[in-house]
């Protein structure tokens, strides 16, 4: 099935939306002493203004940020897949992505622009919120996949494998033991 690319995603939305304007609009909605329909519509004139770029703000303006802010706040309260019962191994890899994870959106940003603000910053502010998550996944998952691909480099040149793997002349070298970790030792790490 033909999956579209970011690029052709954003020509067909109405306008973007950026993770900025979300995040005014919630903080706005924390601040509101009731739940009062004339205080969410200013609470989205201001999101649309100011998250936006929309100086000249239409009912299309208001329908359309609606239906996103009804579609994010449903997937906030979808069900999780279930709780995984297995403990998390702990190691490289699983450390990453557990760093990952935690971060602030505004945090992943930089660093899937390699800390260059300016582009954090467009990408935060200017790029609609669904592109920019999906850039920022996509950086991450490279990031992660390249950094497993180098320390099964330093493996492999040390003569192990990492696990799947099926040679039979491969050393193993485990470092929860205290005999991987003198061998380890005795190469350098």
Same mark, same amino acid.
């Given at each position: 099935?033909f999956?579209?690319?970011?690029?052709l995603?954003?020509?067909?939305?109405?306008?973007?939306?950026?993770?900025? /304007?979300?995040?005014?609009?919630f903080?706005?909605?924390?601040?509101?002493?009731?739940? %009062?329909?004339?205080?969410?519509? /200013?609470c989205?004139h201001k999101?649309?203004?100011?998250?936006?770029?929309?100086?000249?703000?239409?009912? %299309?303006?208001?329908?359309?940020?609606?239906?996103?802010?009804?579609?994010?706040? /449903?997937?906030?309260? +979808?069900?999780?897949?279930?709780?995984?019962?297995?403990p998390?191994? +702990?190691?490289?890899?699983?450390?990453y992505?557990?760093? &990952?994870?935690?971060?602030?959106?505004?945090?992943?940003?930089?660093?899937?622009?390699?800390?260059?603000y300016?582009?954090?910053?467009?990408?935060?502010?200017? &790029?609609d919120?669904?592109?920019?998550? %999906?850039?920022?996944?996509? =950086?991450?998952t490279?990031t992660s996949?390249?950094?497993? &691909?180098?320390l099964e480099?330093?493996?492999?040149?040390?003569?192990?494998?990492?696990?799947?793997? =099926?040679? %039979?002349? /491969?050393?193993?070298?485990?470092?929860?033991?205290?005999?991987? +970790?003198?061998?380890?030792?005795?190469?350098?790490?």
């Amino acid at each position: 099935m033909f999956e579209p690319s970011i690029f052709l995603k954003e020509t067909e939305l109405p306008f973007p939306i950026p993770l900025l /304007a979300f995040e005014i609009l919630f903080k706005e909605f924390d601040n509101l002493p009731s739940e %009062e329909e004339s205080l969410i519509a /200013a609470c989205y004139h201001k999101s649309l203004l100011l998250g936006c770029g929309i100086e000249e703000i239409t009912n %299309e303006h208001i329908k359309y940020f609606s239906e996103r802010v009804l579609a994010l706040k /449903a997937e906030f309260e +979808k069900p999780s897949e279930g709780v995984n019962t297995q403990p998390a191994s +702990k190691g490289f890899y699983s450390d990453y992505i557990s760093y &990952v994870s935690e971060l602030d959106t505004s945090v992943s940003a930089l660093i899937s622009t390699g800390f260059d603000y300016h582009k954090a910053k467009y990408l935060y502010t200017e &790029v609609d919120r669904g592109i920019a998550l %999906e850039i920022i996944k996509a =950086s991450h998952t490279h990031t992660s996949r390249l950094s497993r &691909v180098q320390l099964e480099a330093c493996v492999y040149g040390f003569g192990g494998e990492m696990s799947g793997g =099926s040679s %039979e002349s /491969a050393k193993v070298h485990d470092i929860s033991t205290a005999q991987g +970790k003198a061998s380890l030792k005795s190469m350098g790490f």
